[in-house]
């Protein structure tokens, strides 16, 4: 099942379950730094090992490519207000962000508050002597609701350094013989859920709220 919610699932399993047939084994949802609407809405405790025991197929989880940390020297090329650039960038594109029509529906990962919080995520990765992209994909491997990451890249270069940084063990400490693995220290692990409780649902939120469209959100779609 894709991009669906807890009532979803629960759902589906019911109805699999009084039809006699097999109930949904995976979900695959949006699930990133900036995007954490699953641990929100009930799903990842809905599809736990101890509850219906789905699986958790995590996509975007570099948000579009915004949390490579690309975009943010430039902001994407349909939102630039240096035409100059937009337009080179437009050409040479980086990634998805700088195409006319993924960059515009992909407005939800580079929101004013999305952006904060992947420009806040950027400072905490320097600090710890990593890229934003390992940061990510590391806090990603981190999560225990999720059971695998679907990969998403604009060059072989991407592909390898994701391939690594899935591929590498984790850290290993002990204490009193008992052996603890980790892929994030607990200390930066902590930095990013203070980031994180600033805004909870970043990509769900815009300080561009356009009043000549009244009921609409900011690519067209119904606002309830």
């Known amino acids: 099942m894709c991009n669906d919610n807890a009532y979803g699932l629960m759902g589906c399993t019911m109805a699999a379950r009084e039809l006699g047939t097999t109930p949904p084994c995976v979900m695959q949802n949006d699930y990133s730094l900036i995007n954490r609407r699953i641990e929100e809405n009930g799903l990842s405790e809905a599809s736990a090992p101890w509850n219906e025991d789905v699986g958790f197929l995590a996509y975007n989880t570099l948000a579009g490519g915004m949390l490579t940390g690309k975009y943010l020297g430039a902001p994407a090329a349909c939102d630039d207000p240096n035409k100059a650039r937009a337009l080179g960038n437009s050409v040479k594109k980086r990634g998805r962000m700088d195409e006319p029509g993924w960059g515009r529906t992909q407005y939800?990962?580079?929101?004013?508050?999305?952006?904060?919080?992947?420009?806040?995520?950027?400072?905490?990765?320097?600090?710890?002597?990593?890229?934003?992209?390992?940061?990510?994909?590391?806090?990603?491997?981190?999560?225990?609701?999720?059971?695998?990451?679907?990969?998403?890249?604009?060059?072989?270069?991407?592909?390898?350094?994701?391939?690594?940084?899935?591929?590498?063990?984790?850290?290993?400490?002990?204490?009193?013989?008992?052996?603890?693995?980790?892929?994030?220290p607990e200390d930066l692990l902590w930095e990013i859920d203070r980031v994180h409780m600033q805004n909870r649902l970043p990509i769900f939120s815009s300080d561009r709220t356009r009043p000549d469209r009244p009921g609409q959100g900011e690519i067209g779609e119904r606002v309830p």
Do not use: H, N
């Open 108 to 184: 939800r990962y580079r929101s004013g508050p999305a952006t904060q919080a992947t420009e806040a995520y950027a400072a905490l990765a320097a600090e710890a002597g990593m890229s934003l992209t390992e940061m990510s994909l590391r806090w990603c491997r981190s999560r225990s609701a999720i059971s695998s990451v679907l990969l998403g890249q604009t060059s072989l270069p991407q592909l390898e350094q994701a391939l690594d940084i899935f591929s590498a063990p984790p850290s290993v400490e002990f204490d009193d013989d008992e052996a603890f693995k980790y892929y994030l």
